[in-house]
């Protein structure tokens, strides 16, 4: 069976890899590092994460949980993603 069946359903979770990706390619002053110790983290300039204007780094142990939270903070990465969810995929 050829992979032109397969399509992404309305509602799912896009891929954390590909949101990474995106969220990479627009956000260049973010750094999203490879997990250490089994948390991934991510760098942000100051005064982003609210809360506290001198914390610059989040944390999770998940991928798609730092995702998340960036997409907290950076709310157009989502809206540049959220067409992708329906597209055929082939």
Known sequence: MGRSGLR??????????VRRRRFEEA???AVILPPCAGRWRAVLPAG?????GT???????DLADLMDQLD???PDSR?????EHSRLMV
Do not use: F, M, N
């Not at 992404?8 to 890899?17: F, I, K, L, N, T």
């Not at 914390?55 to 142990?61: C, P, S, V």
């Not at 809206?79 to 067409?83: L, Q, R, V, Y």
């Open 55 to 61: 914390q610059t780094t989040l944390g999770a142990w």
């Open 48 to 52: 982003l994460i609210p809360g506290d």
């Open 27 to 29: 956000h260049p002053e």
């Open 8 to 17: 992404a359903v309305d509602g799912g979770r896009e891929d954390s890899v």
């Open 72 to 74: 907290a903070i950076y």
């Open 79 to 83: 809206k540049e993603s959220a067409g």
